[in-house]
T-cell receptor
Framework: DSGVTQTPKHLITATGQRVTLRCSPR?????VYWYQQSLDQGLQFLIQ???????AKGNILERFSAQQFPDLHSELNLSSLELGDSALYFC????????????FGSGTRLTVV | AQKITQTQPGMFVQEKEAVTLDCTYD???????LFWYKQPSSGEMIFLIY??????QNATEGRYSLNFQKARKSANLVISASQLGDSAMYFC?????????????FGSGTQLTVLP
């Protein structure tokens, strides 16, 4: 157990729908990162939060949004889902904003049908 | 911008032998970190080893060692005495200090299969 908890582990939903992925960082970690892993794009950085504030954005679609709550857990919201959004979504956490070390959760596998 | 290149989509190794997984990188940062992660078929990302750009010695963690050649911008992972459980996808990654380079950038991965 890495200490980073992601729920749900698996999610199957239809096109056009909206889903929320949840991440609880490792105890004491203030920074949360979201990554998407798909067959054609590989592992791509989506967004980073540090202590509740957005810190960096990567290749995140406008249909996707995220937030980090006061208790430091984070949610990634995916809306108007398309078949191409099917992927493994990882959350990672680190102690500080610029810590080198990341700890990854086990991922949420999203299947859009 | 930083980039990680893994040129071996797949590798095979006999059990108990050593194997080297290649990784080259490109960055304009002077200070950066290099990582290797293992992703078994179950999907989780497991951290293996880290090398800082200013570390003078190659990093080692048990059976894993990182062959760091800064001038050549390479950070190859060496797995000694391969085990069947080493069969997995392996990703090289790096993180810089400035701008977008502060995010962990991954290579495309190498699928390692250990043969009995």
């Amino acid at each position: 157990d890495s200490g980073v908890t992601q729920t749900p582990k698996h999610l199957i939903t239809a096109t056009g729908q909206r889903v929320t992925l949840r991440c609880s960082p490792r105890s004491g970690d203030l920074s949360v990162y979201w990554y998407q892993q798909s067959l054609d794009q590989g592992l791509q950085f989506l967004i980073q939060y540090y202590n509740g504030e957005e810190r960096a954005k990567g290749n995140i679609l406008e249909r996707f949004s995220a937030q980090q709550f006061p208790d430091l857990h984070s949610e990634l919201n995916l809306s108007s889902l398309e078949l191409g959004d099917s992927a493994l979504y990882f959350c990672a956490s680190s102690p500080q904003e610029s810590s080198y070390g990341y700890t990854f959760g086990s991922g949420t596998r999203l299947t859009v049908v | 911008a930083q980039k990680i290149t893994q040129t071996q989509p797949g590798m095979f190794v006999q059990e108990k032998e050593a194997v080297t997984l290649d990784c080259t990188y490109d960055t304009s940062d002077q200070s950066y970190g290099l990582f290797w992660y293992k992703q078994p078929s179950s999907g989780e990302m497991i951290f293996l080893i880290y090398q800082g750009s200013y570390d003078e010695q190659n990093a080692t963690e048990g059976r894993y060692s990182l062959n760091f050649q800064k001038a050549r911008k390479s950070a190859n992972l060496v797995i000694s005495a391969s085990q069947l459980g080493d069969s997995a996808m392996y990703f090289c990654a790096m993180r810089g200090r400035s701008g977008s380079a502060r995010q962990l950038t991954f290579g495309s991965g190498t699928q390692l299969t250990v043969l009995p």
